[in-house]
C-alpha cells in the first residue's frame, strides 16, 4: 500500500521508495535516513504505485526495484521519462545482466546501482543523480562501456582507418595504457596484475588521466576517448 510521510524542509534530498518487499524498503529506509540530509517521504510496492506516488509528493529521487508485481521498475521510469516527470530515477537491483542495464538506461533512467552496493557508494550515486548527473556502479559501468565498444567496433568494420589522435590530454604512456585496459572493462586488480603494479598505483593513474581529460565516470571517458580517437 502507498505510505506518505509529510515533509517540510527543502534541502534535504526527497526520496521515494519501490520495491515489493516491505522489508527491503525498511532496510533502505533506514540507511539512508542515517544521513541527515536525506529523507524517504513515500514508499509503493510497484510500478503502477510510484508513479502515483511521485505524481502526489514530487520527490526529487525514485529509488526503484526491476522486478516487481503489476508493473516492473523499467516500465515505470520509462513512462515516468515519456511524461516529462522531473524526479530523477535510480534503478536499484540483484540483477546485474547487460539486458537489464541497458534496457534500464533506455528508458531514461539516471543511475543503477546493485543491491549489494555499499553504503558509501549508494549515497555518492545518490548525491551525484540530485545534482544533475548520472551514476552507475564500476560493473555496470563495464557492461555499459564494453557495449559501448562493441557498437564502435561494428561501425568501424564498415569506415576507413581512423587516424590516430592527438595526445591533447598530454597523458603518459602508462596512462594511455590504463586508459585501453579500463575501456576493455578490466578492474583495477585486474589492471595491476596486468601491469605487474600495485592496485594504489592503477588507481593513481586512473585517477590521473580522468583528470586530465576532465570526466567523472567510464561513459564519459570512452566518449572522449573515441572522440580524439584515443582507442
Given at each position: 500500500m502507498l505510505r506518505i510521510i509529510t515533509y517540510i524542509l527543502s534541502e534535504t534530498t526527497r526520496i521515494?521508495?519501490?520495491?515489493d518487499h516491505a522489508l527491503v524498503r525498511d532496510g533502505i529506509r533506514?540507511?539512508?535516513?542515517?544521513?541527515?540530509?536525506?529523507?524517504?517521504?513515500g514508499e509503493a510496492a510497484n510500478g503502477e504505485e510510484?508513479?502515483?506516488?511521485?505524481?502526489?509528493?514530487?520527490?526529487?529521487?525514485?529509488?526503484?526495484?526491476?522486478?516487481?508485481?503489476?508493473?516492473?521498475g523499467i516500465d515505470a521510469v520509462a513512462e515516468l521519462t515519456k511524461s516529462k516527470s522531473e524526479v530523477k530515477t535510480i534503478i536499484l537491483s540483484m540483477h546485474d545482466s547487460e539486458e537489464y542495464i541497458l534496457k534500464s538506461i533506455s528508458s531514461g533512467a539516471n543511475g543503477y546501482l546493485l543491491k549489494d552496493t555499499d553504503k558509501s557508494e549508494f549515497i555518492k550515486a545518490i548525491h551525484t543523480v540530485r545534482e544533475g548527473g548520472k551514476y552507475f556502479s564500476g560493473d555496470i559501468s563495464n557492461v555499459l562501456v564494453n557495449n559501448l565498444l562493441g557498437a564502435k567496433?561494428?561501425?568501424v568494420k564498415e569506415e576507413a582507418p581512423r587516424k590516430t589522435g592527438d595526445n591533447?590530454?598530454?597523458?603518459?604512456?602508462k596512462e594511455l595504457k590504463v586508459l585501453e585496459l579500463v575501456l576493455s572493462g578490466l578492474t583495477n586488480q585486474q589492471i595491476s596484475e596486468k601491469?605487474?603494479?600495485?592496485?594504489?598505483?592503477?588507481?593513481?593513474?586512473?585517477?590521473?588521466?580522468?583528470?586530465?581529460?576532465?570526466?567523472?565516470?567510464?561513459?564519459?571517458?570512452?566518449?572522449?576517448s573515441q572522440k580524439h580517437n584515443l582507442i
Open positions: 521515494v521508495l519501490a520495491d533506514s540507511l539512508l535516513e542515517s544521513e541527515s540530509d536525506l529523507e524517504v517521504i510510484a508513479i502515483e506516488l511521485v505524481g502526489k509528493v514530487s520527490p526529487d529521487i525514485l529509488i526503484i526495484d526491476i522486478r516487481m508485481p503489476v508493473m516492473n567496433k561494428e561501425v591533447v590530454f598530454d597523458l603518459t604512456n601491469l605487474q603494479n600495485s592496485k594504489r598505483t592503477i588507481e593513481t593513474h586512473r585517477f590521473n588521466l580522468m583528470r586530465k581529460m576532465d570526466v567523472k565516470n567510464l561513459i564519459d571517458l570512452s566518449k572522449k
